[in-house]
């Protein structure tokens, strides 16, 4: 019989990146009591990878729970980037209500459209919470407008449309029903959640059924299972049967080794626990996402959203450039294919496909960021390896045409820089959709554009916009072909010799373009060194000692002033990459470099195509 369960509610924090999700969920913690009186907290607990807390972005969907009267409320924090839009589609099937945070200034963004639409499409129930309203710019009665249009346009139904409005500043820890009236802590919040978000149901007398919607992963237990018990109960050591509602043929025995609940920040073991309980399982070697645990007289899987296929590929292969082996930790071949394997133990949205080589691995995900990021681990582990430039994944439809996917960016920028904007998108394939005015003298425009029209674009974006433009992105469907884009117009400067570079050959280097590097560093034939100011190719020697004379003439030993070069961060060396080059990505250095050295066979090849 169908029950529901009081003591419990499941919620997930859906927003746009950076719209304060996470410093919600620190808020919530703090005012339930997880932390002692006198514990030193740091911001944004529940960042907890390096690179999320630098760039202050959620990569990882994490868990956590807290106890508001009496009411253990599990809390599921999202990432808000597009490229992480895989991890939010899991994690909405674990709960059974969402809190849509959305910034009290900035008001729907496109990832607030791509999370709310998730959520509706599930039909849970939303709580609006509009966050910053501390902010002397915020908006707020605009917002709820803008929110409840988004709502109508994503056809919600009646009851999702009589949601609740919650006006809060996560930073100040205070929320209220009304905009200029909020109290001082989060108590409207979490009665909100209790009266609106309805408790979890299911049939505790039945056989166990427990969709697996995240996977962890721990050194010294392997893959932990995370899901939602649905129906019945599960315990320790009980024997069960994996299924997977896409996969008719799976069905395997296992036992159940160990359980945990959350509880605040820790997990902590349990003995069994009951239906609405989130529950994370170890001790199942091969459970992906997707399968269901099951008693085995009561084989039924529950039905699961498949993930969204990646658009983005790159080739991470074996360093073989002169300086190979000498920074990193692991350069081998099994090294490098162990780690990226490793990696889809986690990551679902990510595709690692052997070559005809054994030297190179086709890696495909979600976006540049998402790459990015795992290359920006691997470097961090102490892995040494090159990647090629992003390359976008094509398709055939139904009558044999080329599609390739497509794009919506949504663009801020102030009016002066419009057309600048439109000029360089519209070289890019994109097409302008709407155009029109925000507060603070910005405008928005809306384009579609192939996603491969935006590789590259970024940081051109932020120099023509002067660092004021905002730029956002989110998958929309695959469309034919829209023709080929010129992207670099600039070509590369290349090291003519190897060994280290000097003062003096840099200084004659320079007047050609943009220099990448400064001297006392080394270089080999082949590497790009800079960037030229014009289209082609040129090679230098910034190796190039000055010839020493017996004369001395009074000019001549006068001091040669270098301008500093320009050191590009990863994303910049991705985005500046082209099709014949690669990026050496080590522990302590990015190279880019010439896919191949040999000046003579580089010439060849050039004349071939």
């Known amino acids: 019989m ?70 253990k409320i599990n809390i599921v924090d999202t990432p808000g980037h597009a490229d992480f839009g895989g991890e939010v589609e899991r994690v909405l099937k674990m709960v059974d209500g969402a809190i849509l945070v959305v910034d009290a200034f900035e008001g729907t963004m496109p990832q607030t459209k791509f999370v709310l639409k998730k959520a509706l499409a599930l039909k849970l129930p939303v709580i609006v919470c509009v966050n910053k309203v501390d902010r002397e710019e915020a908006r707020c009665d605009e917002v709820v407008d803008e929110v409840l249009e988004l709502f109508m346009d994503l056809d919600a139904d009646d009851k999702q449309l009589d949601c609740p409005f919650i006006f809060a500043s996560a930073k100040l820890g205070r929320s209220g029903v009304k905009a200029d009236e909020i109290g001082p802590d989060m108590v409207p919040l979490f009665e909100a959640i209790l009266d609106y978000i309805p408790a979890p149901k299911g049939d505790p007398d039945a056989g166990t059924q427990v969709l697996i919607s995240t996977i962890d992963y ?42 945990y609940e959350y509880d605040g920040l820790n997990k902590v073991n349990v003995k069994s626990a009951d239906i609405g309980a989130i529950v994370a399982i170890s001790g199942i070697a091969d459970i992906h996402i997707g399968d269901t645990i099951c008693s085995p007289e009561f ?35 099994r090294h490098l294919r162990d780690r990226l394997f490793k990696e889809l133990n986690t990551d679902v949205s990510l595709r690692v496909e052997e070559t005809d080589t054994t030297e190179c691995f086709k890696v495909s995900g979600r976006g540049e960021l998402h790459l990015s990021v795992l290359i920006e681990n691997m470097r961090r582990e102490g892995y040494e390896f090159a990647v090629s430039k992003a390359e976008v994944l094509y398709r055939e439809d139904s009558k044999g045409r080329k599609t390739e996917p497509m794009e919506l960016a949504y663009i801020d920028v102030p009016e002066e820089f419009t057309g600048t904007v439109i000029e360089k998108l519209g070289q890019r394939k994109g097409e302008l959709q709407n155009m029109y005015p925000i507060t603070g003298g910005y405008t928005r425009m809306e384009f579609s554009i192939p996603a491969r029209g935006l590789i590259g674009y970024r940081g051109e974006f932020m120099t023509d916009t002067k660092g004021n433009g905002i730029i956002n992105t989110v998958f929309d469907e695959y469309a034919p072909y829209k023709g080929d884009i010129q992207y ?80 590009l961060s990863l994303e910049q060396a991705l985005e500046f990459i082209d099709s014949d080059e690669l990026l050496e990505v080590t522990p302590n250095n990015l190279r880019i470099r010439k896919k191949i050295l040999d000046p003579t066979l580089r010439k060849r090849a050039g004349f071939r195509k």
């Open 488 to 567: 670099r117009k600039q070509g590369s400067l290349i090291a003519f010799e190897g060994g280290e570079s000097v003062t003096y050959g840099l200084f004659n280097a320079q007047e050609r373009g943009t220099l990448f590097i400064g001297p006392g560093e080394l270089v080999y034939s082949g590497m790009v060194v800079g960037q030229n100011g014009k289209p082609e190719d040129v090679e230098i020697n910034v190796c190039k000692k000055k010839q020493l004379t017996n004369t001395r003439a009074s000019g001549s030993d006068e001091a040669l002033r270098l301008t500093p070069p320009k050191i």
């Open 299 to 333: 084989i039924e899987p529950i039905e699961f959203q498949k993930i969204s296929e990646p658009t983005i590929a790159m080739q991470f292969m074996v360093n073989d450039s002169p300086l190979a082996g000498k920074e990193g930790k692991y350069v081998t071949s």
């Open 218 to 259: 721990n050194e010294y237990v392997g893959r932990i299972g995370v899901g939602k018990v649905s129906n019945g109960r599960i315990s320790v050591n009980q024997e069960a049967v994996i299924v997977n509602a896409h996969d008719p043929d799976k069905q395997r025995k296992v036992k159940v080794s160990a359980l």
């Open 2 to 71: 169908i029950q529901s369960r009081d003591d419990v509610r499941n919620i997930a924090i859906i927003a746009h990146v950076d719209h304060g999700k996470t410093t919600l969920v620190d808020e919530l913690l703090k005012q339930s009591g997880v932390f002692r009186e006198n514990q030193e907290v740091r911001e944004r607990v529940m960042d907890s990878n390096d690179i999320e807390r630098e760039r202050g972005i959620t990569i990882l969907s994490k868990n956590t729970a807290v106890t508001y009267k009496g009411t």
